[in-house]
Every structure is written in structure tokens, then in C-alpha cells.
């Protein structure tokens, strides 16, 4: 059975920082784009971070609202994902989820993405 498990939310203050881990079983995702998305309350998902994979060098993307904050990073000897999580804000707030994808390309879309974890809360505090 596939499993990802996120870890590492909490409540924080504004200006603080958090470390979400994904960590996945049941197979390898190596060869996979992996991402995290998140969803706030009455808000639809949305795009945070991915990483993509190739033999020979791997990339990151992230939209406006967290770049320079947010930092997505794996191991792949551990089969993880970690989102680094600094200058937190309020509207930062949301369930945080991990997501592999069909290939090693990233993509925005969630519906590239075959598997999902349950998800983290994260709750920054003005």
C-alpha cells in the first residue's frame, strides 16, 4: 500500500519557521516530480512548491506568494520531501499536503499528481 505521511506542522507566530517532512512507503518516488500543496478554509487547493527529477540535475518552482520563503528539498535514499517553511505569515495558514507525480517533470496542476498524503495543519499567529 502507497503511502505519504506528512509531519512537522504546528502553530507558530508570524515571522517563525516550520519544516514539513512527507515521507512515503510502499514505493519509491525517486523518479517522481513530488510537490506540496496547500488548502485554507472556504479557499480552493493551491500550487506551494515542487522539485522534479532527471539523471542528471533536478529543479524547483514556486509561485509568487512563497518564493524566497519556502524551500522544497529531497532525499531520496529516505524517500522524503521537505518543505522549509521561513518568514511565515498569517495568510500562510492552511492543511499542508504532500503529492507525487506522474513523471519527473513538475507540474502546477494537482491532477497530475496520483498520490497524496493526509495532510498537516500549519497555523501562523499574527
Known amino acids: 500500500q502507497v503511502q505519504l505521511v506528512e509531519s512537522g506542522g504546528g502553530l507558530v507566530q508570524a515571522g517563525g519557521s516550520l519544516r514539513l517532512s512527507c515521507a512515503a512507503s510502499g514505493r519509491t518516488f525517486s523518479s517522481n516530480a513530488m510537490a506540496w500543496f496547500r488548502q485554507a478554509p472556504g479557499k480552493e487547493r493551491e500550487f506551494v512548491a515542487a522539485?522534479?527529477?532527471?539523471?542528471?540535475?533536478?529543479?524547483?518552482l514556486y509561485p509568487d506568494s512563497v518564493k524566497g520563503r519556502f524551500t522544497i528539498s529531497r532525499d531520496n535514499a529516505k524517500n522524503t520531501v521537505y518543505l522549509q517553511m521561513n518568514s511565515l505569515k498569517p495568510e500562510d495558514t492552511a492543511v499542508y499536503y504532500c503529492?507525487?507525480?506522474?513523471?519527473?517533470?513538475?507540474?502546477?496542476?494537482?491532477?497530475?499528481?496520483?498520490?497524496w498524503g493526509q495532510g498537516t495543519q500549519v497555523t501562523v499567529s499574527a
Open positions: 503529492a507525487a507525480g506522474r513523471g519527473g517533470n513538475i507540474k502546477i496542476l494537482s491532477t497530475f499528481y496520483d498520490y
Open positions: 522539485i522534479s527529477w532527471s539523471p542528471t540535475s533536478t529543479s524547483t
